[in-house]
Antibody
Framework: QITLKESGPTLVKPTQTLTLTCTFS??????????VGWIRQPPGKALEWLAL???????RYSPSLKSRVTITKDTSKNQVVLTMTNMDPVDTATYYC????????????WGQGTLVTVSS | SYVLTQPPSVSVAPGKTASITCGGN??????VHWYQQKPGQAPVLVMY???DRPSGIPERFSGSSSRNTATLTISRVEAGDEADYYC?????????FGGGTKLTVL
């Protein structure tokens, strides 16, 4: 059974850096084709893709957030980490991580999401 | 940059057919994936690579894509199908989601 779970702070202050961890089980990020992505959703709004990391350490970022976002992995811990700098209240959202099984494919399993609020 | 356009809302009576569209320039040349999201829950994959249905998704769900429009069709709509639906594509080394469509079952 494949599971993913997001963890990190629920509240961050403006200008701070957010670090979220996606801890997964049931698959290996060493397996060819596999990727883990981050997607967020502001309250009442649509999904927004942030970043994606593949088994071969290939990384892709949203063009609009590329300067603020970094994605890394710790294969031994089955974790993928997202950092986002210079947080602003508009970054308040539920942040999801999700597994991708092929390079250009779908996100077939999602974590439950974690709500991050940006406020002073 | 590439844009995916979905109607904000679609309404359908129980037992009827709902069609949710996702418009994009030459979207027929891309692979389209669809997600269902109910209030307070994470998205769930309901269709991938245009018309492949994941295990556990009812046969009432089907997908198609041509030229500039991809469509998720839900036949014999049930109350439990009421949710937000999002399309997703890969374009120019980035993932992109549509703005979402709220399906209301009357």
């Amino acid at each position: 059974q494949i599971t993913l779970k997001e963890s990190g702070p629920t509240l961050v202050k403006p200008t701070q850096t957010l670090t979220l961890t996606c801890t997964f089980s049931g698959f290996s990020l060493s397996t060819g084709g596999v990727g883990v992505g981050w997607i967020r959703q502001p309250p009442g709004k649509a999904l927004e893709w942030l970043a994606l990391l593949y088994w071969d350490d290939d990384k892709r970022y949203s063009p609009s957030l590329k300067s603020r976002v970094t994605i890394t992995k710790d294969t031994s811990k089955n974790q993928v980490v997202l950092t986002m700098t210079n947080m602003d209240p508009v970054d308040t959202a539920t942040y999801y991580c999700a597994k991708r099984r092929t390079r250009f494919g779908e996100y077939h399993v999602w974590g439950q999401g974690t709500l991050v609020t940006v406020s002073s | 940059s590439y844009v995916l356009t979905q109607p904000p809302s679609v309404s359908v009576a129980p037992g009827k057919t709902a069609s949710i569209t996702c418009g994009g320039n030459n979207i027929g040349s891309k692979s389209v994936h669809w997600y269902q999201q109910k209030p307070g829950q994470a998205p769930v994959l309901v269709m991938y690579f245009d018309s492949d249905r994941p295990s556990g998704i009812p046969e009432r769900f089907s997908g198609s894509s041509s030229r500039n429009t991809a469509t998720l069709t839900i036949s014999r709509v049930e109350a439990g199908d009421e949710a937000d639906y999002y399309c997703q594509v890969w374009d120019s080394s980035s993932d992109l989601f549509g703005g979402g469509t709220k399906l209301t079952v009357l």
